[in-house]
């Protein structure tokens, strides 16, 4: 490159935009060593499941690297396996990457439609002396293998000539021959160390219809083939992934190096999200969806793109969430608190706050007016002034949640008991004066007096009650379906996992509860959220809600409930 020429490459690496991690390192240097004017990334998914939250770590880093070095950034779906891909698959990844809000604009690719480049790539590789037709069956490759300790026996096939070679692989194509009776390997080297460059299989005939290409091909290419051909092919510079690809960087090495001169991409990799309390595997998700153990890939339980956001978390959540992970070398475990404090910190300044009983018990208040409605001012965020204040009628009867009473108050318990004062919040002072209770000892009906100077839920005197409670007005109070989620398994880490993983699945990882919601939210749209005051957060159902009868998902509780019961 001319020294005068402008790099925005290297512009916005000296700029420092974002934050470094050691892949933007190794860029750095490869901007100031000249090798790389334009960053190209890509997230490669294989369209044979939806997207989790792992992919949004990838799809951040993919993205964010493009973007911090002004670079372009390719969606590519990695469709090279025709037995397990689907379009619905891919139209769910394609809406997830944008709702996180990576952009790839016109480039987007599919790796099927290169199959006729990576077939000419095979045949130089043939005509190069790199790659040869293998008639071992299944059993003799692995026993020609050899093992970590014992170098591999080079296959009676390996010398072949490159005409017979070039025949051959030309009439797998053709559909001469059965599944499973010939493949193509490279010619490296059968006593490497490395398992992964003992004359790998880069083609397989396979009479199957792939997706996108119908039945036109019979032989596949294999991923390790595949991956580092589509990467060339785009253009990519640096291409991310996680840390079990390691060991196949020899490969990817080799077999750029054998296809093509430099620049070529280069490899990276970083080590992959774990999350706690879940599974990432898509064989996993994908068995806990075919048998029913949650409703769909889209469940709010489920760890996926999807999930997460029918359950409510915002898209800018995750992308928090996953700057913070950043990229690094090493595999842990990431806490859901993490995840869990990044929402709540969101919400708590973004969500107008709702009053919402989920276990209700009437309260009477006898002294005040049986006919009369008040509305009263209730303030919609206190962390936000702009939001204002809303009203919310209230009346004798209402309803206030079960655990807020007791018939007998514990120390420190500053909420309903007989004697004791407290705020409706926004409304009144009220002072319990009896209960009244069923046959089941269950109490049906709290008795309050309210002070009707203490309007608005303000001291008249300057006497201070403890506690703050919220309420709905029985009279104007909607039923609403709420729906608690939880963790969707009861083991931190299900690498530890004895036996079946799915022994581990929370039971209580759903809870159905009928709510009286106060009216306002009646109207609540699909996708709305709202703190329930004193509860949690909630987010009105994309796919049950009906119009005026919304359902409410359970995103995140407004306390760290697991915490306090690990410490108890
Ligand atoms: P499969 O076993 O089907 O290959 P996969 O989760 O690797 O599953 P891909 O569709 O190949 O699925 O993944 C696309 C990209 O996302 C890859 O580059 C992969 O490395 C990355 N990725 C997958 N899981 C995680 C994870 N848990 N954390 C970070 N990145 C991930
Ligand atoms: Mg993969």
Not at 78 to 95: G, L, W
Not at 105 to 127: N, P, V, W
Request: with cysteine; glycine share 6%.
């Amino acid at each position: 490159m001319n020294e005068n020429e402008k790099n925005p490459a290297a512009e916005n690496a000296a700029s420092g935009n974002g934050n470094t991690n050691f892949i933007h390192e190794i860029i750095n240097a490869d901007i100031a060593a000249g090798k790389c004017p334009h960053v190209v990334t890509r997230f490669p998914p294989e369209p044979n499941g939806y997207l989790h939250i792992g992919h949004a770590k990838a799809i951040c880093l993919d993205y964010g690297t493009a973007q911090k070095y002004g670079g372009t950034f390719h969606l590519r779906f990695d469709d090279t396996n025709p037995v397990k891909e689907d379009t619905e698959y891919v139209e769910s990844i394609m809406a997830d990457v944008r709702w996180l809000g990576a952009e790839w604009g016109e480039h987007l690719y599919y790796a099927s439609d290169y199959f006729e480049k990576f077939y000419e790539y095979a045949c130089k590789l043939i005509r190069d002396g790199k790659a040869y037709v293998c008639e071992l069956t299944d059993e003799e490759m692995k026993e020609y293998r050899g093992t970590l300790t014992v170098p591999g026996k080079e296959s009676p096939w390996r010398n072949r000539s490159v005409e017979e070679n070039l025949d051959l692989f030309a009439r797998m194509r053709a559909g001469e021959f059965e599944d499973g009776t010939k493949v193509l390997r490279a010619k490296i080297d059968m006593a490497s160390p490395n398992i992964h460059m003992r004359d790998p299989i880069i083609y397989r005939i396979r009479h199957t219809s792939h997706h996108r290409t119908g039945d036109k091909w019979c032989i596949y290419p294999m991923y390790d083939f595949a991956h580092p051909l589509e990467d060339l092919v785009e253009g990519i510079t640096h291409s991310m992934c996680t840390l079990e690809f390691e060991i196949h960087r020899p490969f990817y090495d080799w077999l750029l190096a054998a296809a093509a001169p430099e620049p070529r991409p280069r490899q990276i990799e970083f080590s992959r999200l774990n999350l706690a309390y879940t599974v990432m595997s898509k064989r996993k998700l994908l068995e806990l969806v075919k048998e029913n153990y949650v409703n769909g890939w889209d469940d709010p339980r489920m760890p996926t793109i999807s999930g997460l956001r029918r359950r409510g978390v915002p898209a800018s959540v995750i992308r928090r969430f996953c700057e913070e992970l950043g990229a690094t070398k090493y595999n842990s475990l990431t806490d859901l608190s993490l995840l869990e404090y990044f929402i709540r910190e969101e919400l708590n300044k973004s969500c107008p706050r709702a009053m919402a009983v989920l276990d209700p018990v009437k309260v009477v208040i006898d002294n005040y007016p049986e006919d009369l409605t008040e509305e009263m001012d209730v303030i919609n965020n206190p962390e936000d002034p702009e939001a204002g204040t809303r009203k919310v009628p209230f009346t004798r009867e209402l309803y206030i949640e079960r655990d807020d009473f007791k018939e007998e108050a514990p120390k420190k318990f500053f909420r309903l008991a007989p004697g004791m004062e407290v705020r409706l919040r926004c409304a009144y002072f009220v002072t319990c004066t009896s209960f009244e209770k069923d046959a089941d000892g269950n109490v049906t009906t709290i008795h309050c007096t309210y002070d009707p100077a203490s309007k608005g839920g303000n001291s008249p005197d300057g006497r201070k009650v403890k506690g703050t409670i919220h309420w709905v007005s029985a009279k104007h109070a909607v039923d609403a379906e709420v729906r608690l989620y939880d963790r969707l398994f009861t083991l931190a880490d299900l690498g530890e996992a004895t036996g079946d993983y799915k022994e581990y699945l929370n039971k209580d990882s759903l809870k159905v509860v009928t709510g009286k919601i106060e009216p306002s939210l009646a109207s609540a749209k699909a996708g709305d959220r709202f703190q329930f005051e004193r509860l949690a957060y909630f987010c009105v159902d994309t796919k049950d809600s009906k119009e005026g009868a919304p359902v409410f998902n359970r995103i995140v509780t407004l306390k760290d409930s697991w915490a306090k019961m690990e410490k108890k």
